[in-house]
């Protein structure tokens, strides 16, 4: 019975202690108009900070679980910051970019309730193939 209990407890602070330590992405702009990481695969709460290394790009959602209240479009060569409370799956892209395939995934929760609703986004025809790419390695990585 000790050893249950004890079991229990060790088990308790795994489980809490991952909603406690929330962690932090960090993706960079990248000289060849891309994002450093094209699918980011993040927990309920963990945040994703977009560092402008790289001139004249930018961070904006497309897509979530959410589409009504999507993160705000982040300005131009500007940091970006977004905390990801609802779980599911995020498209952005760099505004200047996005038809040049500067388009990325934020995969939360490892949930992809709303997969089918970020595929029927009408894209051109180069961030369409991206996007064909990232979903397959997102679901590789699930
Ligand atoms: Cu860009």
Redesign the pocket.
Known sequence: MHKLITLLYIMSFFIFSKFALAETIQIN?TGD?SYSVEVAHIDVGDTIEWYPVDE???VEFLAGPMMNSLPEKSKLNAFNSVIFKIPGVYLYQ?T??GNAG?IGLVIVGNNFHNLEDIKKIQLSRAPASVLKRLIKIALSKQ
């Open positions: 702009f108009d004249g790009h930018n760099c200047p970019h500067m």
